[in-house]
């Protein structure tokens, strides 16, 4: 069986996402999928240590 590579995979979800208006979770500043996401919160400059909104190891939208 033959191996799909993994940026094929998201460019298909990225346009079955915009097909269904974004149903996916991407981040709005960058458009990556969550956990491709290297943006930091906007509140106290941390990535996975943030806990300004949700808490430890959650996306905060930050």
Known sequence: MARIRSEAVRERIRRIAEAYQGWIPTCP???????GCSCVCAYCGERDRCLCAIGYEVATGG
């Open 29 to 35: 500043p960058c458009g990556e999928f969550i956990e």
